[in-house]
C-alpha cells in the first residue's frame, strides 16, 4: 500500500482511512473518481425514473401504458444493473487498495479501465433500447421480447455490462494476491478478503450473466421464436448471485465504517470475520430455487426442501451484524464506562452522516429480513408471490439497506478523493432518518396491498381488485415520494461536495464528520449484554412474525 | 473459547438454526400442498399439450357450456372420481390465456364445489390469479405447460380474474370474471 | 492474534468443495434446470482456482519484511 503520511495530527477515527485513501496512486484515483462519477449519475437518474413510477402506482399521474412500462423498465436497469455494480465496483476497489497491506496500486488497471468502458457501453445501450421498443422490464422478459424493436439491443447492453464485471473483477483478485507474491502480507485483512471473496463472485456471476444474456441477443438477434432454452431459470440462477453481491458488500462498509466512525474493530479473530463473509458464497447455491416458487414444473418436495434451505441466507447478515454490534458495545463500555443496557448507545456518533447511514441501514434491514423470512415460506406462495409484496419488500433492502450504505460510505470516499468536506453534514445526517420513513412507509402499505392481491408490475390496473387497494397505493405512492426527494437530496449533497465543498488537505478534510474514538476491548474482557439480547430478540421476533402471518392467511379458493 | 476455535463455535451456533427448521418443516409450516398449481401431483407438465391443441379444447368446452340463456359459460358438474389412486374431476374447467385477454373471459360457477381448473397460457407468462376478500390466488402461467389449479368459492359473487405476471402493453387490462352462484 | 499462514487459500477451497457437493446434490434431484449445473461448474471451478492461486502466492511470497500480521492497514496504529 502506499506510503501513509504523518498521521501525528490526525486525532479523528477516520483520519487513517482518509491518510490511506488519499496517498493511492493518481492513477487509481483517477479510476475511482470514474466509477463514482457514473455511480452517482446513475442513482440520480434511476431515481427520477422511480419518482414518475410512484406518482403513476400512486394515482396522482397517468402515463399512457406503453410509457409507463418504459420508465419501469428504465428504472430497474438503471438501479439495479448500474447503479449498484458501478458502486459496488468503485467500493470494493477502495477496500482492495486501502486495506491491503503492500498494494501501491492497482494490478492491470487498464483490464480495470476497459471494464469500465464496457459498462458505460451498457449502460447507455440500455437507456436507448427501451425507448426502441424493449419494454420488459430490467428481467428482460422472454420470450415476451419476441419481435419487439430494441430487444436485442436491450440484451446487448446486458452482455456488455457482463463483460464489463468480468473486466473489472479481475483486477479486484489479482491485487490482494500480488501482495502475497510480493510477500507483503501473509494473511489479509477481513476486509481484503470479503472484497476479494465479492470480487470472485461477481466473476463467476458474470459467466452466468454472459450465459443467459449472451444466448438471449443471439435469439433476438436472429429474429427470436421459439426458445430452446429456459430463459426464466437461467436469469435466476444469475439473478440470485446478483441479490448476494450487493449484499456482501453492504455488510463489508458496515464493518469498514464502523471502524472509520468509531475507531473500533472487530474484538473477533480475522478469522471468524472472514467464515462469516464465506458464508454468504456457502449459502448461494442451495437457496436459489425460492425465486421459483409459483413454477409449477418444480415439485412440492423439491419446494419444501427450498423453503427450508432458503433459512440459511440469513445467517452470514446477522453474524456480521452481532460481530459489528458486540464489538461496538463492548468497546464503548469500556471506552465510556456507561451503565445500563441503552446509554452506551447515546455515545455513538449519530451526527456522523455515514454512521447515521448505516444505522438507518440496519433498520431498514430488520424489517427486510422478517420480510424475507415471510417470503421464503413455501406456504405464502400462493398468496404473495407477483403481487406487489415483492417489491415493497424488496425496497427496504435495496434502498434502505444497500443503497443508503453505499451512500454512507461516499460520504467519506468522495471528500477524500476530491479534497473537499462533505456538504452539510448535519442535515446528510438527517436524510438517513427521512429515507427509513420513506421505505417503512412504501414497504408496509406496498405488503398490505400485496397481500390483498394487488399485483406487481402492474402499474394502473383497469380492473376492480379490493376496495382498499387503491388507498394503500396511494399511501405507496406517498412513501415512494418521499424516498425519492431525499434520495435526490443525497445526490444533490454529494454533488455540490465534489463541486463545490470547501477545499481541505489530508488529515482535515473529513474533519467536519464528527466520530468517537474507542479503543477495542480486550476478548477476554467483553461485556456486551444488549448486543446478546438483541440477538435473541431479533431472532424470537424473525421466528414469531413468520409464524404470526401464517395465521394471517385467509381462505383463498385454492 | 480461545480465538481459534471462534469460528468452529461460531458456525455450530449458526448451524444450530437447523434445530429449529426440523420441527418447523415437520410442523407443516412449510408444506406445499397438493394442487397448488404444481405438475408434482402429475396433473400437467411441459410438454403435455401443444397450446393449439389447449385452445381448440379450450373453444369446445366453451361451445358445450355455453348457457344462452344466462349469456356465460358454465362451468359442468366437476364429476371427481378416484383413478389409480388419483382423485380427479372428469369435467376440469379449462381456461386459456393470452395477450390480452381469457377465454373463457367469464365463467359461472356453483358455491361450495371444488372444481379443477385446468389453464395454459397461449403465448407468453401470464397470470391467472383470482381476487378474493381474503387476497388473492396467485397463480402463474408457464409457455408450454398445463397448470392446474383446484378452486372452491364458499361465498357467491363475482371475482376478477386477472394477470399478474406483466404481459406487454395491455396487460393493465388483461381481466376476467368469475360468477359464483 | 495473528491468522494462521494459508488461512485465505483454506476458505476459498472450501467454498469450492461446498459448490462442489451442490452441484453432486442437484444431480440426485429429478429437477431440469437449464444452466444450473453449468453454472455450479463454473462457480466452484473458480473458487478452486482462486485458492490455488492464493496458495501459490502464499508460498512463494518472499519473506524479507513481512508486515505486522492480521491488521488493517487503514487502522495501523
Known amino acids: 500500500m502506499a506510503e501513509q503520511g504523518d498521521d501525528s495530527t490526525i486525532e479523528h477515527a477516520s483520519g487513517r482511512f482518509e491518510a490511506s485513501l488519499s496517498s493511492l496512486a493518481e492513477e487509481d484515483r483517477r479510476l475511482l473518481k470514474a466509477f463514482v462519477l457514473v455511480s452517482i449519475f446513475t442513482l440520480g437518474l434511476g431515481v427520477l425514473y422511480a419518482l414518475l413510477l410512484v406518482l403513476v402506482k400512486g394515482g396522482f399521474l397517468s402515463l399512457e401504458s406503453t410509457l409507463a412500462y418504459t420508465i419501469l423498465t428504465l428504472h430497474g436497469t438503471t438501479v439495479f444493473y448500474y447503479w449498484l455494480y458501478f458502486v459496488q465496483v468503485a467500493v470494493v476497489m477502495v477496500f482492495v487498495l486501502v486495506y491491503t497491506d503492500g498494494v501501491d496500486e492497482l494490478v492491470w488497471r487498464n483490464l480495470a479501465w476497459a471494464g469500465f468502458g464496457l459498462m458505460s457501453a451498457g449502460f447507455l445501450i440500455d437507456q436507448i433500447a427501451p425507448w426502441m421498443g424493449a419494454v420488459i422490464t430490467y428481467t428482460g422478459l422472454a420470450p415476451l421480447s419476441d419481435g419487439m424493436p430494441g430487444a436485442d439491443w436491450f440484451y446487448v447492453g446486458y452482455v456488455l455490462l457482463g463483460l464489463g464485471l468480468l473486466c473489472v473483477s479481475i483486477p479486484c483478485i489479482a491485487t490482494p494476491i500480488k501482495a502475497k507474491l510480493d510477500g507483503k502480507v501473509e494473511s489479509w485483512s477481513s476486509i481484503t478478503f470479503a472484497a476479494t471473496l465479492w470480487a470472485a463472485l461477481l466473476t463467476v456471476t458474470s459467466f452466468a450473466a454472459l450465459n443467459v444474456f449472451g444466448r438471449t441477443a443471439l435469439w433476438a438477434l436472429e429474429g427470436g421464436g421459439p426458445m430452446d432454452f429456459d430463459y426464466m431459470i437461467a436469469y435466476h440462477v444469475m439473478f440470485h448471485n446478483m441479490h448476494y453481491l450487493p449484499l456482501l458488500s453492504t455488510v463489508l462498509v458496515w464493518y469498514a465504517l464502523a471502524e472509520v466512525t468509531t475507531g473500533v474493530k472487530s474484538i473477533f479473530s480475522d478469522r471468524l470475520s472472514k467464515v462469516f463473509f464465506a458464508f454468504y458464497l456457502v449459502v448461494l447455491p442451495p437457496t436459489f430455487l425460492y425465486h421459483m416458487f409459483l413454477d409449477p414444473t418444480i415439485s412440492a418436495l423439491m419446494k419444501t426442501v427450498a423453503s427450508t434451505l432458503a433459512m440459511f441466507i440469513s445467517i452470514p447478515t446477522i453474524m456480521v451484524f452481532v460481530i459489528i454490534l458486540v464489538s461496538l458495545e463492548a468497546s464503548a463500555r469500556v471506552s465510556e464506562g456507561r451503565q445500563g443496557l441503552f446509554a452506551w448507545m447515546r455515545d455513538l456518533p449519530w451526527g456522523n452522516p455515514a454512521f447515521s447511514s448505516i444505522a438507518a441501514a440496519c433498520v431498514c434491514a430488520a424489517a427486510g429480513g422478517v420480510l424475507a423470512n415471510i417470503l421464503i415460506q413455501v406456504k405464502f406462495a400462493a398468496l404473495l408471490s407477483d403481487t406487489f409484496a415483492i417489491p415493497a419488500y424488496f425496497h427496504f433492502f435495496t434502498v434502505g439497506t444497500i443503497s443508503l450504505t453505499f451512500i454512507g460510505l461516499l460520504m467519506y470516499v468522495i471528500p477524500i478523493l476530491y479534497g473537499r468536506q462533505l456538504w452539510n453534514p448535519k442535515l446528510m445526517a438527517q436524510l438517513p432518518w427521512a429515507l427509513t420513513v420513506g421505505v417503512y412507509l412504501f414497504g408496509v402499505s406496498g405488503i398490505a396491498a400485496g397481500y390483498l392481491g394487488s399485483p406487481r408490475r402492474t402499474l394502473a390496473p383497469e380492473y376492480d381488485l379490493h376496495a382498499s387497494i387503491p388507498l394503500l397505493n396511494a399511501l405507496v405512492g406517498l412513501g415512494g415520494i418521499i424516498m425519492a426527494i431525499v434520495l435526490l437530496l443525497f445526490v444533490y449533497g454529494l454533488v455540490r461536495t465534489l463541486r463545490s465543498g470547501e477545499e481541505a488537505g489530508v488529515g482535515e478534510v473529513t474533519a467536519n464528520l464528527p466520530t468517537v474514538r474507542w479503543e477495542p476491548a480486550e476478548p477476554g474482557a467483553v461485556k456486551a449484554p444488549t448486543a446478546t439480547i438483541v440477538m435473541f430478540v431479533a431472532l424470537a421476533a424473525l421466528f414469531a412474525l413468520t409464524w404470526l402471518t401464517f395465521s394471517m392467511v385467509g381462505d383463498l379458493p385454492g | 473459547m480461545s480465538r481459534s476455535s471462534e469460528p468452529l463455535g461460531a458456525v455450530l451456533t449458526s448451524l444450530s438454526l437447523l434445530l429449529l427448521i426440523i420441527p418447523w418443516s415437520l410442523g407443516g409450516a412449510y408444506t406445499a400442498e397438493e394442487g397448488a398449481g404444481d405438475a408434482h401431483a402429475g396433473h400437467g407438465g411441459p410438454g403435455e399439450m401443444s397450446a393449439g391443441q389447449f385452445m381448440a379444447i379450450t373453444i369446445l368446452f366453451e361451445e358445450n357450456n355455453w348457457d344462452a340463456d344466462a349469456g356465460i359459460v358454465v362451468a359442468p358438474d366437476p364429476g371427481w372420481m378416484v383413478m389409480g389412486g388419483e382423485r380427479m374431476s372428469m369435467n376440469p374447467v379449462y381456461l386459456a390465456a393470452y395477450q390480452w385477454g381469457y377465454s373463457p373471459a367469464e365463467i359461472q360457477l356453483e358455491a361450495g364445489v371444488e372444481y379443477q381448473f385446468r389453464m395454459m397460457t397461449m403465448d407468453v407468462y401470464h397470470g391467472a390469479s383470482v381476487s378474493t376478500d381474503s387476497g388473492s390466488q396467485m397463480v402463474r402461467l408457464i409457455p408450454g405447460v398445463v397448470i392446474e389449479q383446484r378452486l372452491t368459492f364458499d361465498e357467491p359473487g363475482e371475482y376478477t380474474l386477472y394477470c399478474s405476471y406483466y404481459c406487454g402493453e395491455q396487460h393493465n387490462g388483461m381481466s376476467g370474471k368469475i360468477v359464483v352462484v | ?77
Open chain 3, 1 to 77: 492474534m495473528a491468522d494462521d499462514k494459508g488461512d485465505d487459500a483454506k476458505i476459498f477451497l472450501s467454498i469450492g468443495v461446498v459448490w462442489i457437493v451442490c452441484t453432486i446434490g442437484l444431480s440426485f434431484t429429478s429437477m431440469e434446470m437449464f444452466g444450473v449445473r453449468e453454472a455450479w461448474i463454473v462457480g466452484f471451478s473458480f473458487f478452486l482456482l482462486v485458492a490455488a492461486g492464493i496458495w501459490r502466492a502464499d508460498s512463494r511470497g518472499k519473506k524479507d519484511s513481512p508486515p505486522e500480521q492480521g491488521t488493517d492497514s487503514a487502522s495501523e496504529e
